[in-house]
């Protein structure tokens, strides 16, 4: 079978006791970065067996991995932080396993934008998830479409693009729709400011303030 396990976003005290059972008991670890995995398993003293499993292998190595899990292997699949899937290397490998009739169980965890969303003021009985927007084909017309949902949405973006993004959100939501910037979640230099948009730009204009993992929360329009 397959499991997907989430892992801690920063703080490494953010697993569960289960996932750190499943990965001592599981045959192979696949890990997005085996290099920054080490350091989880080796905090935890985890010497299973680790494979790379990313987004530029990841269509040439599923079928053999599906077969060796229909040959009896169990596999967990971690991504660099957070669940897999969820704007990261998975839904390949789980795709394959449910087409072949593979058990897939992925444990409850840690995900970058629901604290954000949760933390952020911001309505979340409904919300929309976007992940990362396009970096240029698209993009523009994208923001459009999530400018004018009636309901809060949540974005993923690079430090080096937070300011473009909030500046074409502001020119598609108008500059006093609120929103929230969430950084670095769960780590030492946390900080969630929420605000309008146009105070948003205008306090991320310190190259200095722009840091980190970061997640975008804007009101819908009203």
């Not at 801690?8 to 085996?34: C, F, H, M, S, W």
């Not at 080490?38 to 003293?45: M, Q, R, V």
């Not at 929309?128 to 949540?154: C, D, Q, S």
């Amino acid at each position: 079978m397959l499991y997907l396990i989430p892992t801690p976003i920063g703080n490494l005290e953010d697993i569960t006791l289960r996932a750190l059972r499943i990965l001592k008991e599981v045959g192979l670890i696949l890990a997005e970065d085996t290099r920054t995995s080490k350091k989880l398993l080796a905090h935890y003293e985890i010497d299973t067996p680790l494979r790379s499993y990313h987004a530029h292998n990841e269509h040439a190595v599923t079928a053999s991995l599906a077969s060796q899990m229909e040959a009896g292997a169990t596999i967990a699949l971690i991504s660099d932080a957070g669940t897999p899937g969820i704007s990261d290397p998975g839904f390949l490998l789980a795709r394959e396993c449910v087409r072949r009739g593979i058990r897939v169980e992925c444990l409850p965890g840690p995900t970058a934008f629901v604290p954000a969303l949760a933390a952020s003021g911001l309505p979340c009985d409904k919300f929309h998830f976007e992940g990362f927007l396009p970096h240029k084909k698209g993009r523009a017309t994208r923001i459009e479409y999530l400018a004018a949902l009636p309901y809060t949405f949540v974005l993923y973006e690079s430090p080096h693009r937070l300011l473009k993004c909030l500046n074409q959100l502001a020119e598609a939501c108008g500059p006093e729709r609120q929103a929230c910037v969430a950084r670095e979640l769960t780590k030492i230099h946390e900080e969630l400011r929420t605000d309008t948009l146009e105070a948003l730009i205008t306090y991320y204009s310190d190259p200095a303030r722009v840091k980190g993992e970061i997640v975008v929360v804007v009101e819908g329009k009203k």
